[in-house]
């Protein structure tokens, strides 16, 4: 149990990947280098799955791809309303990256998300994208009145959850991708085989999915509250 415990705790640590030798040396974390390997493969394959796109004769690939972009729009639309445009390019881009993120374990790599410097970073973004919105689409003083909504007395509150929503987004994010780690690991040092395999596929794929779909559903319905009119 000792070896186990020492094992899990080196495996809870963000291990230096490599330094650079510059200004006495840089270390860069292994959860930064996942984070490049993630991002190479999401821009090889959007480069790889558009090469050959056709507006007369799209093939299943493309189809596919537009079907998703089609659902995409469709819910950022729908819950941001008639400034959507913008945003749906980067809330993809973040549930892609999110999504991959969460299940390259079954790959053999250590989730990034199980850093929460990562998980603070990208609920950081959705706090400059939620209040950003609200201001750019609202004027000073419209972004300014957003927080005596739906009355003044609740002001305090509604300035507690600029706090309150990143750090939601945050431990949400890096608790369940924690939580699933450290449940996998227990599981292997009980049960070595099999059912480590199986139980992965809902960890790694399934409840890491999850996590992603809540992350992106959740900033867009914040991000809409700030720009749409009471009714």
């Known amino acids: 149990m000792d070896a186990f415990k020492g094992s899990l705790v080196s495996e809870l640590g963000n291990e230096t990947a490599f ?16 984070s490049w390997i993630v991002m190479a493969v999401l821009a090889l394959a959007a480069l790889l ?4 796109l056709s507006v007369r004769d799209p093939g299943k ?5 537009e079907s998703a972009v089609q659902f995409l729009n469709g819910f950022v639309k729908e819950n941001i309303g008639s400034h959507w445009r913008p945003f749906a390019p980067w809330l993809g881009t973040v549930a892609l990256y999110i999504g991959l993120s969460n299940i390259v374990g ?14 603070a970073a990208l609920a950081v973004m ?7 919105a609200q201001f750019r689409y609202n004027g000073l003083l419209g972004g300014l009145k957003k927080f005596a909504e739906p009355m003044p007395l609740l002001i305090p509150i509604n300035l507690m959850e600029i706090v309150i929503r990143p750090l939601a987004l945050c431990m949400r994010l890096f608790g369940n991708v924690l939580g699933a ?3 996998m690991e227990m599981i292997k040092l009980l049960v070595p085989a099999v059912v480590p395999a199986v139980l992965s596929i809902y960890f790694d794929l399934f409840d890491g999915l999850i996590q992603m779909v809540v992350f992106v559903f959740l900033t867009t319905l914040f991000t809409g509250e700030g720009i749409k009119e009471p009714e």
């Open 106 to 119: 079954i790959f053999g790599l250590t989730p990034p998300t199980k850093d929460i410097g990562v998980t």
């Open 126 to 132: 959705s706090m400059l994208l939620i209040y950003g």
């Open 19 to 34: 330094t650079i030798p510059v200004l006495g040396g840089i270390p860069v974390s292994e959860s930064v280098v996942v």
């Open 181 to 183: 780690f450290i449940i």
């Open 49 to 52: 799955l558009t090469r050959k």
């Open 61 to 65: 690939v493309q189809i596919a791809l």
